[in-house]
Protein backbone atom coordinates (compact mmCIF):
# COMPACT_ATOMS: atom_id res chain seq x y z
CA UNK A 1 0.00 0.00 0.00
CA UNK A 2 3.03 2.22 0.59
CA UNK A 3 4.29 2.05 -3.05
CA UNK A 4 0.65 3.37 -4.03
CA UNK A 5 0.06 6.02 -1.75
CA UNK A 6 3.84 7.44 -2.29
CA UNK A 7 2.77 8.01 -5.95
CA UNK A 8 -0.37 9.69 -5.00
CA UNK A 9 -0.63 13.09 -3.36
CA UNK A 10 -2.47 13.95 -0.56
CA UNK A 11 -6.36 13.88 -0.76
CA UNK A 12 -6.95 17.90 -1.18
CA UNK A 13 -10.70 17.76 0.60
CA UNK A 14 -9.69 16.56 3.63
CA UNK A 15 -7.81 19.76 4.38
CA UNK A 16 -11.14 21.88 3.73
CA UNK A 17 -13.04 19.57 6.94
CA UNK A 18 -11.68 22.50 9.55
CA UNK A 19 -13.57 25.16 7.01
CA UNK A 20 -16.57 23.19 6.79
CA UNK A 21 -17.30 23.06 10.46
CA UNK A 22 -16.64 26.50 10.70
CA UNK A 23 -19.27 27.13 7.89
CA UNK A 24 -21.69 24.35 9.18
CA UNK A 25 -21.67 26.51 12.87
CA UNK A 26 -23.50 29.51 10.95
CA UNK A 27 -26.76 29.84 12.91
CA UNK A 28 -28.25 29.33 9.63
CA UNK A 29 -26.79 26.49 8.02
CA UNK A 30 -23.65 25.64 6.15
CA UNK A 31 -23.74 27.13 2.13
CA UNK A 32 -21.88 24.03 0.81
CA UNK A 33 -20.54 25.35 -2.79
CA UNK A 34 -17.51 23.72 -2.54
CA UNK A 35 -18.29 20.08 -4.60
CA UNK A 36 -20.09 20.46 -8.05
CA UNK A 37 -22.37 17.23 -7.19
CA UNK A 38 -25.94 17.55 -8.35
CA UNK A 39 -28.58 18.40 -5.86
CA UNK A 40 -31.91 18.68 -7.75
CA UNK A 41 -33.68 15.17 -8.51
CA UNK A 42 -33.15 13.25 -11.66
CA UNK A 43 -35.95 13.57 -14.31
CA UNK A 44 -39.19 11.36 -13.46
CA UNK A 45 -38.59 9.53 -17.39
CA UNK A 46 -35.34 8.45 -16.31
CA UNK A 47 -35.96 7.13 -12.77
CA UNK A 48 -38.58 5.22 -14.73
CA UNK A 49 -35.80 3.36 -17.31
CA UNK A 50 -33.98 2.78 -14.20
CA UNK A 51 -37.01 1.03 -12.94
CA UNK A 52 -38.27 -0.72 -15.99
CA UNK A 53 -34.63 -2.19 -16.37
CA UNK A 54 -34.01 -3.57 -12.39
CA UNK A 55 -34.87 -6.92 -13.50
CA UNK A 56 -30.99 -7.45 -14.61
CA UNK A 57 -29.88 -10.65 -13.18
CA UNK A 58 -27.73 -11.61 -16.06
CA UNK A 59 -23.97 -9.70 -16.84
CA UNK A 60 -23.93 -6.57 -18.84
CA UNK A 61 -21.74 -5.69 -21.97
CA UNK A 62 -18.77 -3.56 -21.91
CA UNK A 63 -19.64 -2.06 -24.92
CA UNK A 64 -23.12 -1.67 -23.67
CA UNK A 65 -26.65 -3.06 -25.61
CA UNK A 66 -27.15 -1.86 -29.48
CA UNK A 67 -29.73 0.44 -27.95
CA UNK A 68 -27.31 2.57 -25.86
CA UNK A 69 -24.74 2.68 -28.87
CA UNK A 70 -27.39 3.86 -30.88
CA UNK A 71 -28.74 6.82 -28.53
CA UNK A 72 -24.82 7.82 -28.59
CA UNK A 73 -23.87 7.73 -31.83
CA UNK A 74 -27.20 9.68 -32.36
CA UNK A 75 -26.35 11.94 -29.68
CA UNK A 76 -22.85 12.92 -30.92
CA UNK A 77 -24.71 13.72 -34.37
CA UNK A 78 -27.27 15.41 -33.10
CA UNK A 79 -25.44 17.39 -30.17
CA UNK A 80 -21.92 17.92 -31.07
CA UNK A 81 -22.35 18.30 -34.98
CA UNK A 82 -20.36 15.13 -35.78
CA UNK A 83 -20.65 12.98 -38.66
CA UNK A 84 -20.69 9.32 -39.81
CA UNK A 85 -20.53 8.08 -36.07
CA UNK A 86 -20.96 4.35 -35.99
CA UNK A 87 -20.91 2.03 -32.97
CA UNK A 88 -17.32 1.89 -33.57
CA UNK A 89 -17.04 5.37 -32.66
CA UNK A 90 -18.38 5.15 -28.84
CA UNK A 91 -17.68 2.98 -26.04
CA UNK A 92 -19.72 3.75 -22.54
CA UNK A 93 -17.43 3.70 -19.38
CA UNK A 94 -18.26 3.26 -15.54
CA UNK A 95 -18.57 7.30 -14.98
CA UNK A 96 -15.80 9.63 -16.37
CA UNK A 97 -13.55 10.18 -13.31
CA UNK A 98 -12.55 6.53 -13.55
CA UNK A 99 -12.28 7.25 -16.91
CA UNK A 100 -9.62 9.94 -16.42
CA UNK A 101 -7.86 7.68 -13.56
CA UNK A 102 -7.22 4.71 -15.26
CA UNK A 103 -6.86 5.70 -19.16
CA UNK A 104 -2.83 6.28 -19.22
CA UNK A 105 -2.31 2.92 -17.16
CA UNK A 106 -5.09 1.23 -19.87
CA UNK A 107 -3.38 2.76 -22.75
CA UNK A 108 -0.01 1.15 -21.82
CA UNK A 109 1.80 4.57 -20.68
CA UNK A 110 4.32 4.38 -18.22
CA UNK A 111 7.93 5.35 -17.07
CA UNK A 112 9.01 7.85 -19.86
CA UNK A 113 5.96 8.75 -21.16
CA UNK A 114 4.52 12.09 -20.59
CA UNK A 115 1.35 12.40 -19.87
CA UNK A 116 -0.08 16.30 -20.16
CA UNK A 117 -3.53 18.56 -18.48
CA UNK A 118 -3.74 22.17 -18.47
CA UNK A 119 -1.82 23.89 -15.57
CA UNK A 120 -5.07 24.74 -13.91
CA UNK A 121 -7.27 21.48 -13.94
CA UNK A 122 -9.35 18.58 -12.34
CA UNK A 123 -6.64 16.83 -10.39
CA UNK A 124 -7.36 13.38 -11.79
CA UNK A 125 -5.28 14.13 -14.90
CA UNK A 126 -2.22 14.08 -13.04
CA UNK A 127 -3.54 10.68 -10.40
CA UNK A 128 -3.81 9.07 -13.78
CA UNK A 129 -0.48 9.73 -14.69
CA UNK A 130 1.08 8.51 -11.25
CA UNK A 131 -1.07 5.81 -11.05
CA UNK A 132 0.72 4.74 -14.03
CA UNK A 133 3.94 5.87 -13.16
CA UNK A 134 4.10 7.89 -16.34
CA UNK A 135 5.56 11.37 -16.13
CA UNK A 136 3.00 14.51 -15.78
CA UNK A 137 3.68 17.67 -17.29
CA UNK A 138 1.24 21.14 -16.79
CA UNK A 139 0.86 23.39 -19.66
CA UNK A 140 -0.41 27.17 -20.53
CA UNK A 141 -0.06 26.41 -24.35
CA UNK A 142 0.04 22.33 -25.10
CA UNK A 143 1.71 23.05 -28.62
CA UNK A 144 4.70 24.73 -26.71
CA UNK A 145 5.66 21.05 -25.12
CA UNK A 146 8.46 18.79 -26.17
CA UNK A 147 6.10 16.23 -28.01
CA UNK A 148 9.04 13.67 -28.10
CA UNK A 149 7.72 12.04 -25.06
CA UNK A 150 3.98 13.20 -25.11
CA UNK A 151 1.70 10.36 -25.58
CA UNK A 152 -1.56 11.67 -23.83
CA UNK A 153 -3.14 15.11 -23.92
CA UNK A 154 -5.70 16.23 -22.29
CA UNK A 155 -8.04 19.28 -23.34
CA UNK A 156 -10.66 20.42 -20.84
CA UNK A 157 -13.45 22.77 -22.11
CA UNK A 158 -15.57 24.24 -20.78
CA UNK A 159 -12.44 24.21 -17.65
CA UNK A 160 -13.32 22.76 -14.48
CA UNK A 161 -11.75 24.96 -12.67
CA UNK A 162 -12.37 27.98 -14.31
CA UNK A 163 -15.06 27.60 -16.65
CA UNK A 164 -12.80 28.46 -19.36
CA UNK A 165 -13.97 27.60 -22.75
CA UNK A 166 -11.24 27.11 -25.92
CA UNK A 167 -11.98 28.25 -28.78
CA UNK A 168 -13.14 26.58 -32.40
CA UNK A 169 -9.97 28.03 -33.89
CA UNK A 170 -7.46 27.35 -31.03
CA UNK A 171 -9.28 23.31 -30.76
CA UNK A 172 -8.19 23.13 -34.50
CA UNK A 173 -4.77 24.66 -33.96
CA UNK A 174 -4.39 21.97 -31.17
CA UNK A 175 -5.80 19.04 -32.70
CA UNK A 176 -2.88 19.93 -35.88
CA UNK A 177 -0.31 19.80 -33.88
CA UNK A 178 -1.00 16.75 -31.79
CA UNK A 179 -1.85 14.73 -35.00
CA UNK A 180 1.56 16.60 -36.76
CA UNK A 181 3.40 14.64 -33.57
CA UNK A 182 1.29 11.42 -33.03
CA UNK A 183 0.14 12.55 -29.82
CA UNK A 184 -3.67 11.06 -28.82
CA UNK A 185 -5.89 13.89 -27.95
CA UNK A 186 -8.42 13.18 -24.86
CA UNK A 187 -10.75 16.09 -24.82
CA UNK A 188 -12.52 15.95 -21.54
CA UNK A 189 -16.23 17.80 -22.57
CA UNK A 190 -18.08 16.84 -19.61
CA UNK A 191 -19.77 20.61 -19.07
CA UNK A 192 -21.03 21.16 -22.37
CA UNK A 193 -23.87 21.65 -22.37
CA UNK A 194 -23.20 24.40 -19.82
CA UNK A 195 -22.27 27.08 -22.19
CA UNK A 196 -23.26 30.73 -20.78
CA UNK A 197 -21.24 33.76 -22.20
CA UNK A 198 -19.58 30.76 -24.99
CA UNK A 199 -20.87 27.82 -27.20
CA UNK A 200 -18.59 25.34 -26.50
CA UNK A 201 -17.53 23.50 -29.19
CA UNK A 202 -16.51 19.57 -29.20
CA UNK A 203 -12.97 18.56 -31.07
CA UNK A 204 -15.83 16.09 -32.90
CA UNK A 205 -16.92 18.50 -34.67
CA UNK A 206 -15.82 18.52 -38.79
CA UNK A 207 -14.39 22.13 -38.34
CA UNK A 208 -12.11 21.42 -35.63
CA UNK A 209 -11.31 17.65 -36.86
CA UNK A 210 -11.04 18.15 -40.91
CA UNK A 211 -13.73 15.26 -40.54
CA UNK A 212 -11.45 12.87 -39.22
CA UNK A 213 -11.49 11.23 -35.69
CA UNK A 214 -8.20 10.15 -36.40
CA UNK A 215 -5.91 10.60 -33.08
CA UNK A 216 -9.08 11.81 -31.19
CA UNK A 217 -11.32 10.81 -28.36
CA UNK A 218 -13.83 13.32 -26.45
CA UNK A 219 -14.78 12.20 -23.01
CA UNK A 220 -19.10 12.76 -21.96
CA UNK A 221 -21.31 12.73 -18.76
CA UNK A 222 -24.51 12.73 -17.69
CA UNK A 223 -23.49 13.71 -14.58
CA UNK A 224 -24.28 17.31 -14.75
CA UNK A 225 -26.73 17.60 -17.86
CA UNK A 226 -29.08 14.77 -16.21
CA UNK A 227 -28.20 14.67 -12.74
CA UNK A 228 -27.03 11.45 -12.95
CA UNK A 229 -24.05 11.61 -10.73
CA UNK A 230 -25.17 8.47 -8.42
CA UNK A 231 -25.84 6.67 -11.77
CA UNK A 232 -22.25 6.57 -13.20
CA UNK A 233 -22.92 7.19 -16.16
CA UNK A 234 -20.78 8.80 -19.22
CA UNK A 235 -18.86 7.08 -22.67
CA UNK A 236 -16.39 8.15 -24.48
CA UNK A 237 -16.27 8.55 -29.04
CA UNK A 238 -13.74 9.36 -31.44
CA UNK A 239 -10.94 7.25 -33.20
CA UNK A 240 -11.88 3.43 -33.23
CA UNK A 241 -8.28 2.91 -33.21
CA UNK A 242 -8.28 4.02 -29.69
CA UNK A 243 -12.15 2.95 -28.46
CA UNK A 244 -11.38 -0.84 -30.04
CA UNK A 245 -8.11 -1.78 -28.39
CA UNK A 246 -9.47 0.07 -24.90
CA UNK A 247 -13.00 -2.18 -25.44
CA UNK A 248 -11.02 -5.19 -25.60
CA UNK A 249 -9.56 -4.05 -21.97
CA UNK A 250 -12.03 -3.01 -20.35
CA UNK A 251 -13.03 -6.18 -20.94
CA UNK A 252 -11.15 -7.93 -19.52
CA UNK A 253 -11.11 -5.76 -16.54
CA UNK A 254 -14.95 -6.29 -16.39
CA UNK A 255 -15.72 -2.64 -16.70
CA UNK A 256 -19.14 -3.16 -17.16
CA UNK A 257 -21.85 -0.16 -16.71
CA UNK A 258 -24.90 -1.61 -14.69
CA UNK A 259 -28.12 -3.00 -17.25
CA UNK A 260 -29.96 -0.35 -15.65
CA UNK A 261 -27.65 2.58 -16.22
CA UNK A 262 -27.49 1.83 -19.73
CA UNK A 263 -31.29 1.67 -19.94
CA UNK A 264 -31.50 5.31 -17.95
CA UNK A 265 -28.43 6.77 -20.61
CA UNK A 266 -30.68 5.73 -23.14
CA UNK A 267 -33.69 7.61 -21.82
CA UNK A 268 -31.56 10.82 -20.83
CA UNK A 269 -30.15 11.29 -24.49
CA UNK A 270 -33.09 10.82 -25.98
CA UNK A 271 -34.72 13.95 -24.33
CA UNK A 272 -32.91 17.83 -24.66
CA UNK A 273 -36.66 19.18 -22.54
CA UNK A 274 -34.66 18.20 -19.61
CA UNK A 275 -31.59 19.59 -20.50
CA UNK A 276 -33.29 22.53 -21.04
CA UNK A 277 -34.79 23.14 -17.41
CA UNK A 278 -31.88 22.07 -15.76
CA UNK A 279 -29.33 24.65 -17.16
CA UNK A 280 -32.19 27.16 -16.38
CA UNK A 281 -32.26 26.53 -12.52
CA UNK A 282 -28.04 26.60 -12.68
CA UNK A 283 -28.07 30.24 -14.69
CA UNK A 284 -30.76 31.61 -12.49
CA UNK A 285 -27.95 30.56 -9.86
CA UNK A 286 -25.40 31.73 -11.84
CA UNK A 287 -26.66 34.86 -11.66
CA UNK A 288 -27.48 35.06 -8.04
CA UNK A 289 -24.18 33.63 -6.90
CA UNK A 290 -22.17 35.77 -9.71
CA UNK A 291 -23.92 39.11 -8.58
CA UNK A 292 -23.42 38.70 -5.01
CA UNK A 293 -19.91 38.08 -5.29
CA UNK A 294 -19.00 41.32 -6.83
CA UNK A 295 -20.96 43.29 -4.90
CA UNK A 296 -18.71 41.75 -2.22
CA UNK A 297 -15.74 43.14 -3.63
CA UNK A 298 -14.74 39.65 -5.36
CA UNK A 299 -13.53 39.53 -9.24
CA UNK A 300 -14.90 36.74 -11.75
CA UNK A 301 -12.42 35.66 -14.20
CA UNK A 302 -13.10 33.46 -17.03
CA UNK A 303 -16.23 31.09 -15.88
CA UNK A 304 -18.22 32.18 -19.50
CA UNK A 305 -19.31 28.22 -19.34
CA UNK A 306 -19.42 25.00 -16.87
CA UNK A 307 -21.20 24.52 -13.14
CA UNK A 308 -18.20 26.90 -11.18
CA UNK A 309 -17.44 30.71 -10.82
CA UNK A 310 -13.55 30.95 -10.41
CA UNK A 311 -13.38 34.30 -8.33
CA UNK A 312 -10.85 36.03 -6.14
CA UNK A 313 -10.29 39.18 -3.69
CA UNK A 314 -6.17 39.28 -4.74
CA UNK A 315 -5.21 37.62 -1.73
CA UNK A 316 -4.20 33.66 -0.63
CA UNK A 317 -6.86 31.48 -1.74
CA UNK A 318 -7.50 29.73 2.12
CA UNK A 319 -7.82 33.46 3.19
CA UNK A 320 -10.81 33.33 0.74
CA UNK A 321 -11.62 29.72 1.99
CA UNK A 322 -11.84 31.27 5.96
CA UNK A 323 -13.62 34.49 5.27
CA UNK A 324 -16.43 32.76 3.54
CA UNK A 325 -16.56 30.11 6.04
CA UNK A 326 -17.30 32.29 8.80
CA UNK A 327 -20.13 34.02 6.64
CA UNK A 328 -21.22 29.99 6.33
CA UNK A 329 -20.24 29.44 2.86
CA UNK A 330 -17.76 26.76 1.97
CA UNK A 331 -15.79 27.24 -1.32
CA UNK A 332 -13.12 24.92 -2.81
CA UNK A 333 -9.33 26.61 -2.84
CA UNK A 334 -7.83 26.92 -6.09
CA UNK A 335 -4.74 25.52 -5.83
CA UNK A 336 -6.81 22.00 -5.29
CA UNK A 337 -6.60 22.86 -9.10
CA UNK A 338 -2.84 23.76 -9.13
CA UNK A 339 -0.32 26.19 -7.81
CA UNK A 340 -1.90 28.86 -10.31
CA UNK A 341 -4.93 28.70 -8.42
CA UNK A 342 -3.79 30.04 -5.12
CA UNK A 343 -5.15 33.45 -5.56
CA UNK A 344 -8.76 32.21 -6.26
CA UNK A 345 -11.44 30.01 -5.30
CA UNK A 346 -14.00 27.64 -7.40
CA UNK A 347 -17.42 28.85 -6.20
CA UNK A 348 -20.33 26.16 -7.57
CA UNK A 349 -23.46 26.43 -8.61
CA UNK A 350 -24.58 22.99 -7.15
CA UNK A 351 -26.96 24.43 -4.51
CA UNK A 352 -30.91 24.30 -4.24
CA UNK A 353 -32.50 27.77 -4.66
CA UNK A 354 -32.95 27.96 -0.77
CA UNK A 355 -29.00 27.51 -0.14
CA UNK A 356 -28.07 29.75 -2.65
CA UNK A 357 -30.74 32.33 -2.19
CA UNK A 358 -28.99 32.19 1.10
CA UNK A 359 -25.40 32.65 0.18
CA UNK A 360 -26.06 35.89 -1.49
CA UNK A 361 -28.10 37.45 1.46
CA UNK A 362 -24.95 36.66 3.56
CA UNK A 363 -22.68 38.27 0.67
CA UNK A 364 -24.93 41.45 0.47
CA UNK A 365 -25.65 42.19 3.86
Not at 139 to 161: A, I, Q, V
Given at each position: ??????????FP?????????T??A?????VD??VG?P??P?PE?I???L?AA??S?????VW????????L???VE??L?A????????L?????????????T??G????D?V???RL????Y?V?????R?????????TE???S???L???N?????T?RVL?K?E?TRIV?????HGV???S?EC?I?L???????????????????D???A?H??S?R?N?????A???A?D??VL????Q?R??????T?A?TQ??V?A??G?D??VRV?R??YAAR?T??????????????HS???L????T??E???D??A?L??R?????P????G????R?V???????D?????A?????A
Amino acid sequence: MSAVSDRLPAFPWDKLEPYKKTAAAHPDGIVDLSVGTPVDPVPEHIQKALIAAADSPGYPTVWGTPELRDALTRWVEHRLGAREVTHRHVLPVVGSKELVAWLPTQLGLGPGDQVAFPRLAYPTYEVGARLARAEHVAYDDPTELDPSRLKLLWLNSPSNPTGRVLAKEELTRIVAWAREHGVLVLSDECYIELGWEADPVSVLHPDVNGGSYDGIVAVHSLSKRSNLAGYRAAFLAGDPAVLGPLLQIRKHGGMMTPAPTQAAVVAALGDDEHVRVQRERYAARRTALRDALLAHGFRIEHSEASLYLWATRDESCWDTVAHLADRGILVAPGDFYGPAGDRFVRVALTATDERVRAAAARLTA
